[in-house]
């Protein structure tokens, strides 16, 4: 009777709906907002970044600016010859797999705004685009694969890969001896792969690691931080804010077509385990939209 067909108007759409969106292998977010069911923000620590340094990472340097780019924040002090940089990071609660990674980001500079001109980027942070899976007692890493900036070298970028604390050494590219890649936003990618990482700046392929590929699926992290080391980010500079932003962020399984990715603010990540499921999912989603137009 109507019980029974109102049931069934509202139970099928709603299933078919829950398990088409498990059956997506992509995500974007174009950071209106700081979703919480997807990113969390650091409280902690930020890494070590050399001697007489003290290091963190608190949510507030973490904010949405002009209603459309994630800003990070670093500052740098001295006292006593101590070097305190307080900064930002934000790490994914989903853990994403095989893929192409996206960023449409501008570096850490002195751009107190997203389109400031005049600006340059300064010794001392390390600008950081990756995804990261550590060991549960100590931080090495089972999974990361970077896309790096220092603060001291304006247009170098470097990418590294790491798996089960093995790690082949850091890949330099200079992009242009001529340019700051701070003074604009640009697009960083890395296509990862069972046996390869490809990295892209601006969709031209710079770089391609074979060795030391990982394979488990990870967080994502985008993060500045401060450092006080001539060999990594550069001494500091204290006095002299920084930011990073971020247009941003989207992952695509490899062969899923990119108008497949999910709305900004939700995420629909596949890892390498879950790919036959979803392909599977799919089909159960039209036979069950097949089942429920006969019965309505």
């Known amino acids: 009777g109507c019980t029974s067909l109102t049931m069934q108007s509202t139970f099928f759409p709603c299933l078919c709906l829950i398990l088409c969106s498990l059956s997506q292998a992509a995500f974007r977010d174009d950071f209106r907002s700081i979703n919480q069911s997807v990113w969390t923000l650091s409280n902690n620590d930020s890494p070590a970044g050399g001697p007489n340094h003290n290091g963190v990472f608190i949510p507030s340097r973490v904010t949405i600016v002009e209603g459309e780019y994630l800003q990070l924040h670093l500052t740098q002090e001295s006292n006593n010859n101590i070097i305190t940089s307080t900064s930002g990071e934000l790490e994914s609660i989903p853990m994403f797999g095989f893929g192409s990674y996206e960023w449409r980001a501008r570096l850490a500079s002195t751009a107190s705004t997203p389109s400031a001109v005049n600006s340059t980027s300064v010794s001392g942070c390390i600008s950081g685009l990756f ?127 990119s108008s497949s990715t999910s709305n900004p603010g939700t995420s629909n990540s596949t890892s390498p385990e879950q790919h036959s499921s979803a392909d599977h999912i799919s089909h159960y989603c039209l036979f069950l939209l097949g089942i429920m137009f006969i019965l309505l």
């Open 131 to 257: 995804n990261f899976l550590k060991y549960a007692d100590n931080d090495t890493s089972i999974t990361e694969i970077d896309i790096e900036l220092e603060g001291q070298y304006m247009n170098n970028l470097e990418f590294t890969s790491f798996s089960n604390g093995d790690f082949v050494d850091t890949t330099q590219v200079m992009v242009n001896s001529s340019t700051d890649i701070t003074s604009d936003f640009h697009i960083y990618r890395f296509d990862w792969s069972s046996n390869s990482i490809k990295f892209f700046y601006d969709g031209n392929l710079m770089a391609t690691i074979t060795q030391y590929v990982p394979v488990q699926s990870a967080t994502v992290i985008i993060n500045l931080w401060g450092t006080n080391y001539v060999d990594f980010g550069g001494v500091a500079t204290p006095g002299v804010d920084r930011y990073l932003y971020v247009d941003y962020f989207s992952f695509t399984e490899l062969g899923v077509p």
